[in-house]
């Protein structure tokens, strides 16, 4: 009678780290930490799952905006070409006030338009001083505003040239005159509907925004460059409000 085999589980094969897939130390600290649900392991590896893709206007800036630069305006070293720095929101407030406090419905529409548009948590700002003639005292609350830098700060400048700008009513183009010596650009928007996160039937009231793009190292023909090859609309010279002469 031919002796039973003894069935056993095969061993399973032990890395040189102590039988632990290969990782990275930043990953398998989530998953320490109980972050199973973002973590998971491909081919023996830990892998965080969702990882950071390069926003589409980031790429577009390193792969064809820097040659651009390089050949027409002959600034091949990457270290002396513009570059955009920031973008700031800011939204008035100091029209609503009403004795010394803004509205707390007002108040709170505004911060939740800079939430739903930028992703990010706005920040109220007081006056620094008491003007009379616009009615502010110091220390009353006058604006909101917020500084978008890095991610936020592509994917914000992508969906506000491929999504608002096209909604605005009679959209004939940005002004490409509203730069300053150092190459800062700004514009103003009328409504925050023109962003497809705003829900108007949701809000309370009507407000605008000032949009500013701060740049490093540039000018405003290079600035206007720059924005031109990512894609900003700018008004085209045949679409040029014509002044009347005298």
């Not at 008035?92 to 800079?114: F, M, S, W, Y």
């Not at 000032?210 to 031109?228: D, H, M, Q, T, Y």
Request: net charge positive.
């Amino acid at each position: 009678m031919a002796e039973k085999e003894s069935k056993q589980p095969a061993a399973k094969p032990a890395s040189a780290e102590g039988g632990k897939p290969k990782g990275d130390a930043k990953v398998e600290g989530q998953r320490r930490k109980g972050a199973s649900s973002s973590v998971k392991v491909v081919d023996g590896a830990y892998k965080a799952e969702g990882d950071r893709s390069e926003p589409r206007l980031q790429s577009r800036f390193k792969s064809h905006v820097r040659k651009v630069l390089a050949d027409k305006h002959g600034m091949a070293n990457p270290m002396l070409q513009p570059k955009l720095e920031k973008i700031v929101i800011n939204i008035n407030l100091g029209r609503h006030i009403e004795g010394t406090k803004i509205p707390a419905d007002k108040r709170q529409t505004v911060l939740d338009t800079i939430m739903k548009v930028t992703g990010q948590k706005g920040v109220v700002l007081k006056a620094k001083k008491s003007v009379s003639n616009f009615k502010v005292r110091e220390g009353l609350e006058t604006a909101a505003m917020v500084t978008l830098r890095r991610d936020r700060m592509w994917h914000f400048l992508d969906r506000l040239i491929n999504l608002a700008c096209p909604r605005i009513k009679d959209f004939r183009g940005l002004n490409d005159a509203a730069f300053d010596k150092q190459g800062n650009y700004a514009i103003g928007l009328t409504e925050q509907g023109v962003f497809p996160e705003i829900n108007m039937a949701d809000v309370t009231f009507t407000h605008g925004m000032n949009i500013n793009f701060c740049f490093r190292n540039s000018s405003p023909e290079l600035s206007k460059a720059v924005l031109g090859e990512l894609g900003m609309p700018f008004r085209k010279p045949e679409d040029a409000p014509k002044r009347r002469s005298s």
